[in-house]
Nanobody
Framework: QVQLVEAGGGSVQAGGSLRLSCAAS????????MGWFRQAPGKEREFVSY???????NYRDSVQGRFTISRDSAENTLYLQMNSLKPEDTAMYYC?????????????????WGQGTQVTVSS
């Protein structure tokens, strides 16, 4: 049984930082495409970042240079370091696990999803 458990969300002021984590069980973060998505109230879920099994990363344009995705294979945990946060980053953030061959920014390519962790950035 696959479980993805996010943590690390919270409320911060603009310019602040947060580090999200996603503890995985039943899936090896080092062997799968692992992604972060977010969904703000009244908006569709959107891609934030992914890391593939070759450690190649991809980010949506609006977070490029501010967010960093990484993983710890020993702890089987995915991370998202978020710096210089902006109010428009406010959303529920979800961790997702996809396939083992290639990665995509499309959410339908991800099979397993966590419950999410809320990030709120105030101006």
């Amino acid at each position: 049984q696959v479980q993805l458990v996010e943590a690390g969300g919270g409320s911060v002021q603009a310019g602040g930082s947060l580090r999200l984590s996603c503890a995985a069980s039943g899936v090896t973060v080092g062997s799968h495409c692992m992604g972060w998505f977010r969904q703000a109230p009244g908006k569709e879920r959107e891609f934030v970042s992914y890391i593939d099994n070759y450690d190649r990363t991809n980010y949506r344009d609006s977070v490029q240079g501010r967010f960093t995705i990484s993983r710890d294979s020993a702890e089987n945990t995915l991370y998202l370091q978020m710096n210089s946060l902006k109010p428009e980053d406010t959303a529920m953030y979800y961790c997702a696990a996809g396939g083992t061959i290639w990665c995509s920014s499309a959410d339908y390519h991800y099979t397993y999803w966590g419950q999410g962790t809320q990030v709120t950035v105030s101006s």
